[in-house]
């Protein structure tokens, strides 16, 4: 029939689209309806759990109403798991003692008792699809008779952070092993960082645990063989006494630390015993020590390979030796490390012209332009005389190379008592850097921490540009690079500062003497500089003095071990 067609494959594809997107949709729809009848059920499981718990809390004797391990002390445990319909819920009871503002708080309360009631809290909680959900219910369980005074103290613990800011919500354990029946109870702080507990029994070894996630910890310490004087140490409770502390945590911060090589110096010459030193050669030869013109030339070429280090930290002086008879004469230019471009007059003024002299400075040349360098010669002669390139060296500073696997102290300067040993510090703790010179600390609390390097390693700090004991703030993050030398018995680290700004003093020169001793060295841009292998002995004079500045002398420098002294230049 005209105008009349079949079904085509598009048409077929459409419909079957359209349907899948129908039935997909119902399918959502159906298991959305399943999980909210689901967790109806189970929030209707959690409240009737929890009001369980509180029924049975008015039903028991009102001494017996409270926790099994928490302050009031009692028959109820304070977690249970309840298996119910394939879910599992956790019930917990929370039970304190409260004071009724009817009558006063605290030291205005006017019959002088705090503990009112018990205040009953159930919290109820389950997992759906990953997500946790809570029921919570609370109640007041009031004495059967009047009001009674009950044995005991009060317990006030604030917590703030390294600032004196109050924080809320902060985990307060309170642990008390002494008792019978002992106390176990976790409490969070309210909106004022405080966690209090009404009629906890007399004691002296309350120890107290302040957590967060993400946060350092703090808490009281029992006396021990190794901290037999503790600070702070466990809490005592008085009867009708409140026993208040402040505790302070806050957010955790990291430390890395790179172990290196120091700055060393190198040099590159060549005395021409043979040419294999030379890049290209022009009418020159090599010939008995010398680099010379070849034959009746004139003049002639010589180009050095490239020297220098891709690490190099500075570059110090070519020297030369050379001989040039009347009639000859020599210039020198200095070029990249391909021989190809001269450095320009900008950081090596005259090179363009060339160097007639027999030393030049290469310290304005850019290490990061010119890691690697190459040194040209032209020789020339208007007789018959020949001029000759006897040696020529550069001498500079290559480094710091990573120096891996080196042990270290990491030790901070809280201290939480003192016993036999001395001072028992908060933090102390070793570590290792990777074979790549680094090592990571995380979760260090705020402090000052000193780092020392052990003398297994091998090694001496000869510089740390960061002062020690470096000081991390809270959540923050602190690098410090050391640089090493190997070890010696007895060495002097001299740490040198301006006295108008404290800042630290690079480039001065520090002599250091005593009777068969008479050492050198200039402190590096940390402001620091190191003499190893000395002798023990209280009778160094150490001298510092850069130019501008008068010179200041040390007496009585006592060396014994790692030996570290603080000359301050005016």
Known sequence: MRGSRGITLIDTLVGVAIMAITFIGIAGVFRLSVDVVTNNKARTTATALASQRLEYAHSIAYSSLGMQHGIPSGIIPETEIVLFNGINFTRKTFIEYDDDPADGVGASDTNGISEDYKMVKVDVSWNIHGSVRHVILATRVSPPALETNVLGGVLSLVVTNATGVALPGITVSVINNSLSPTINETLLTDASGTAMILGAPTSTAYQIIVTNPGYSTAQTYAASSQNTSPTPGNLTVTNDGTTAATFAIDILGTKIINTWTQILSAA???????????????????????????????????????????????????????????????????????????????????????FATTTISLSGVSTSSYPLLTLGATLSTINASKPSVDSWAASYMYGPLPLGNIGMSIRGNKSIGTGPGGTVYKYSGNATTSAAGTVTINGLEWDSHTISILTSSGYDAASVCSPQPEALAPGGSLTTNIYLTGHTTNTLLVDVHLQSTGAALAGAQVNLTRSGTNMWAVTDSCGQAFFGGLTSAANYTLATGVGGHATTTTINVNVSGQSRVSPVVN
């Open 268 to 354: 590159w010459s060549d005395s021409f015993a043979n040419s294999n030193l030379l890049a290209s050669m022009a009418s020159t030869t090599v010939s008995g020590g010398s680099l010379t013109l070849s034959g009746s030339a004139a003049t002639g070429t010589a180009m050095s390979v490239a020297f220098g280090t891709t690490t190099i930290a500075s570059w110090g002086t070519i020297t030369i030796s050379q001989t040039t008879p009347a009639g000859t004469g020599i210039l020198y230019r200095v070029y990249n490390s391909a021989g190809t471009t001269l450095v320009p007059d900008s950081q090596l003024p005259g090179n363009s012209a060339g």
